[in-house]
């Protein structure tokens, strides 16, 4: 190996060490994030009885589908985040699912993105 590409590598070798260096800086600060922005657990008791209530009428009772798609972990995990967190705040035009930004913020509606993930169920 030439003086030339010992530098290169050398130099290749630092900037990974220093993006993982910054990556495990980062992730705590985002748990940090994440953990800031849940619910109250009195707003969580409320997002989930809004889940058994209005969700549950079209999406069944137990989340497992009815007028509407079920909302069980399997059937949501080919979708991202972003796109289940839309449809929960806009709904779909054309469908019956409502938009629920009026009730619902951007990150409660991530919470409960997150809840239906873990199998969270409207029993």
């Known amino acids: 190996?030439?003086?030339l590409a010992r530098i290169e590598r050398r130099a290749g070798l630092r900037a990974a060490w220093t993006g993982l260096a910054l990556l495990a800086l980062a992730v705590p600060?985002?748990?940090?994030a994440v953990a800031e922005s849940a619910p109250t657990p009195a707003?969580?008791?409320e997002l989930i009885y809004l889940l058994k209530q209005?969700?549950?009428s079209c999406h069944g009772l137990?989340?497992?589908g009815g007028l509407a798609p079920?909302?069980?972990p399997a059937t949501i995990a080919e979708r991202d985040d972003e796109t289940l967190i839309e449809t929960i705040l806009d709904?779909?035009?054309g469908t019956p699912m409502p938009p629920w930004r009026f009730q619902i913020a951007p990150q409660e509606a991530a919470w409960l993105v997150?809840?239906?993930r873990q199998g969270v169920h409207a029993e």
Do not use: E, I, S, Y
């Open 70 to 72: 079920p909302l069980l």
């Open 91 to 93: 709904g779909r035009p």
């Open 54 to 56: 209005d969700c549950g």
């Open 43 to 45: 707003r969580q008791t």
């Open 1 to 3: 190996m030439n003086g």
């Open 62 to 64: 137990t989340l497992k």
């Open 114 to 116: 997150q809840q239906l």
């Open 29 to 32: 600060a985002v748990a940090a």
